[in-house]
């Protein structure tokens, strides 16, 4: 038998598996405008004796807001804007505050503007073409060539639709930073006809802007910073039973659009809730109690209590969201954001740990995110 002594032929090459790219949190900012009222000093602006409308005010677990209401009347009485002030008043407000929180962001992950390479905007309360993310970019003189999107509409849901969507972004474009701003003039929505209607929604919104900063990188590279927690899921869940029970549309008697929430919105989203966190866990081998942070939207005391007690949470587990509401009121799609941010200062989340993110809005819509740290 003949034995070879030539080095025996070298296998080929097997191509290294790219790993996925994961989307990272690298960065938060808020922004507020308008001057901070309480609720009773609102409801003497407003002139308020109704005692119906003053207790969904007095009973609504909201201290403060930051509202730009209109200036009052040779009388002393603040009457509702035309159509056309309110969108006025959108822009100026939504691309002031918007600015001022993309700037806080980008402060916040080590960035300046030059490094921005997409913008997404969000908003609800007013309606703009071109849209804000254009007017943002001529506003601060981010460059030009910047990739941008808008989300117009979607209600107070849309921030976690806008960070699936940017998620999406910055996983096709590692390495390159992605902002999701969410800004809301909600001053530039309000209505003071004196109805039930509108005291429901005048008693729960307010102003502000929150940016989260996004940057994908591969799954097996380093953590540089293990405060931000990754993006790993996404799950949204649409009741359609109930897709008129949030809405805003055109109101003919007075002209203008108008915000419309049903009375028994809470207790929906709440009684759905279960449901659309088991859709976000599934698969993933963690249950409920393996989730060591909720950020839920502050939608109202009533959507809170309800989430609370369908997903057996305790009142430590919602505590930024019920802050959140306490001192700014629901500030719409920006609101899980201003959680998360007080999330971040608390400096508590350690690396391992999971987190949830929950939105709800029109439609009527749940939507959920699974992050880790």
């Known amino acids: 038998m003949t034995i070879s002594l030539e080095a025996p032929h070298e296998l080929p090459a097997v191509p290294a598996v790219a790993l996925p790219e994961l989307t990272r949190v690298a960065g938060v900012g808020t922004a507020v405008s308008g001057e901070p009222v309480t609720q009773p ?4 602006l407003l002139d308020i004796a109704d005692p119906r409308i003053r207790s969904v005010f007095l009973n609504s677990a909201i201290h403060r807001r930051h509202l730009s209401l209109p200036e009052p009347d040779e009388h002393g009485r603040r009457a509702s804007e035309p159509q056309g002030d309110l969108l006025d008043k959108h822009k100026r407000l939504a691309v ?8 806080a962001c980008l402060k916040d992950a080590g960035a300046t503007l030059a490094d921005l390479r997409h913008l997404c905007c969000v908003t609800s309360t007013g309606f703009l073409t071109p849209g804000l993310s254009a007017l943002i970019i001529r506003e601060l003189g981010i460059d030009p060539h910047c990739s941008r999107s808008d989300i117009v509409g979607m209600g107070c849901n849309a921030g976690l639709n806008a960070l699936n969507l940017v998620a999406g972004w910055s996983a096709a474009h590692p390495g390159e930073l992605a902002v999701v701003l969410c800004t809301e003039a909600c001053s530039a929505a309000y209505a003071l006809d004196g109805t039930m209607r509108t005291a429901v929604v005048n008693s729960l919104f307010g102003d502000g802007a929150a940016a989260l900063a996004l940057v994908a990188g591969a799954a097996d590279e380093p953590v540089t910073e293990p405060t931000r927690p990754r993006v790993l899921k996404f799950s949204s869940f649409i009741i359609t039973d109930a897709i008129e029970a949030m809405r805003y549309d055109w109101d003919r008697d007075q002209d203008r659009f108008s915000f419309f929430l049903d009375p028994q919105i809470p207790y929906v989203v709440g009684a759905h809730a279960e449901i659309a966190v088991g859709r976000l866990l599934a698969g993933t081998g963690l249950r409920r109690s393996d989730i060591d942070h909720w950020l839920v939207h502050s939608g109202g005391k009533k959507v809170i209590d309800a989430v609370v007690v369908n997903l057996g949470l305790s009142r430590h587990d919602v505590r930024h969201t019920i ?3 306490r ?5 719409s799609s920006g609101s899980f954001l201003f959680s998360y941010e ?23 819509t749940i939507e959920t995110a699974l992050v880790q740290w």
């Open 41 to 44: 000093e609102l409801l003497d």
């Open 323 to 325: 802050s959140v509401l």
């Open 327 to 331: 001192d700014y009121g629901n500030v």
């Open 96 to 103: 002031e505050m918007g600015a001022r929180a993309l700037e």
């Open 342 to 364: 007080r999330l971040q200062e608390e400096n508590v989340a350690r690396p391992g740990e999971y987190g949830v993110l929950m939105t709800m809005g029109p439609g009527s």
